[in-house]
């Protein structure tokens, strides 16, 4: 069982940044793939980036290639996605998710977080 939760939201004007973390509870945190993913209002949940058990691996959605940031810190049980030139269409609540395998499809994802909401202003 893995316990996730994000911090880090909030408001910020496009063209800003954010950092958000997700704290993982539990000793296996190493083990799993963590991703994040996005649900804006009205439109069904989506993959924004994936990193693998190490960190040495990420892969991105095309909307936010060079611009977001996936890292881990395993020692600290967290994972963090660096969020920069951002624009308004990045509005939503963001998720992290573990994966025991290192994917991008949703269903694969065991364990979510309560999510953090950003906003993008113009």
């Known amino acids: 069982q893995v316990q996730l939760v994000e911090s880090g939201g909030g408001l910020v004007q496009a063209g800003g940044s954010l950092r958000l973390s997700c704290a993982a509870s539990?000793?296996?945190?190493?083990?799993?793939?963590m991703g994040w993913f996005r649900q804006a209002p009205g439109k069904e949940r989506e993959f924004v980036a994936a990193?693998?058990?190490?960190?040495?691996?990420?892969y991105y959605a095309d909307s936010v290639k060079g611009r977001f940031t996936s890292s881990r810190d395993n020692a600290k049980n967290t994972v963090y996605l660096q969020m920069n030139s951002l624009k308004p269409e990045d509005t939503a609540v963001y998720y992290c998710?573990?994966?025991?395998?290192?994917?991008?499809?949703?269903?694969?994802?065991?364990?979510w977080g309560q999510g953090a909401q950003v906003t993008v202003s113009s």
């Open positions: 998710a573990a994966s025991r395998i290192f994917v991008t499809s949703l269903p694969d994802y065991a364990y």
């Open positions: 539990g000793r296996t945190f190493s083990s799993y793939a």
């Open positions: 990193i693998n058990w190490s960190g040495d691996s990420t």
